[in-house]
């Protein structure tokens, strides 16, 4: 355990894991980091662990990460920033942050929720065979860059609406699921602004004033409306779709003429 009022904190490790019990540093700033090991909560639960203004966390050695053991590693922060090996990060912050460009060795997964909002970086990612998974647990998600992977599924999840203003693409088998109205209240609106691209299944939850853009799927398609509004899916958006598309509605759903589904 450490605290410092509200100076800077900077602990290293180079040999075995980093297990965090309380590190405290106001807002002043945080910097771990574990050359040989992995970072990592000492219990499961979700209090927070590492509370500072910025925090650095470093676990890039061979097969290393952040948060892959004893549950997410859990902090109350402004930003955070990662650089994690292979195995990895799963961070979860208490209340809301901005995620800095993170760094995650190839083949290595990304997981970062808030229970308030996150903020994405202003960067295009991509994770070949490693996935994405972002959460504002009581607020808006919003992409701030490209998200690409290949085979790796990408998630992203929202309490009070989502808008795409990047593309976002798995370019073999990963699937993506966007959800923008997680608390299932009708309103996270779902604006598309981009165009998604899923090589695999594509999964889309959505509020009112929702507008579903372009899209196309390597698999099967599932749309959940979590509103009373009637729906027109038009002719583009079947289109685009290789498989099957389920699309479920409180409301009326109306097909444009001169498709044929499946």
């Known amino acids: 355990n450490s605290s410092s009022g509200n100076g800077d ?33 000492n219990a499961d639960d979700a209090t927070a662990d590492i509370t ?10 061979s097969g290393k990460g952040i948060g892959i053991a004893n549950g997410s590693l859990d902090t109350d922060a402004t930003t955070i ?11 979860h912050d208490v209340g809301s ?4 460009t993170p760094t995650v060795a ?5 997981t970062v929720s808030a229970d308030t909002v996150l903020t994405l970086p202003a960067a295009n990612l991509s994770f070949g065979a490693g996935s994405l998974d972002f959460t504002s647990g009581n607020g808006a998600l919003n992409t701030a860059g490209t998200l690409t992977t290949s085979s790796g599924n990408i998630t992203l999840t929202a309490s009070n609406g989502m808008t795409i203003n990047h593309d976002i693409s798995t ?14 209240d009708g309103t996270g609106a779902f ?27 390597g698999g099967t398609t599932t ?14 958006f079947i289109a685009a779709l290789n498989d099957d598309i389920t699309y479920t509605a409180l409301g009326h759903i109306t097909v444009q003429a001169n498709q044929t589904t499946s």
């Open 171 to 184: 370019t073999t088998t990963g699937d993506i699921t966007l959800n923008a109205d997680s608390n299932t």
């Open 52 to 61: 500072g203004g910025t925090l650095n966390l470093t676990a890039n050695g």
């Open 81 to 91: 920033n990662i650089n994690a090996g292979t195995g990895g990060a799963n961070v």
């Open 106 to 110: 190839a083949g290595g997964s990304l």
């Open 191 to 217: 604006i598309n602004n981009a165009t998604v691209s899923s090589g695999g299944d594509l999964t889309i939850t959505h509020g009112s004033g929702s507008t579903l853009g372009t899209y196309s799927a």
């Open 97 to 100: 942050v901005t995620l800095g």
């Open 9 to 41: 904190i900077t602990l290293a490790n180079t040999t075995g894991n980093m297990l965090i019990g309380t590190v405290n540093a106001g807002t002043g700033t945080v910097t771990l980091t574990s050359t040989a090991g992995d970072i990592n909560d």
């Open 223 to 236: 749309i959940n409306a979590t509103q009373a509004e009637d729906v027109v899916i038009s002719a583009e």
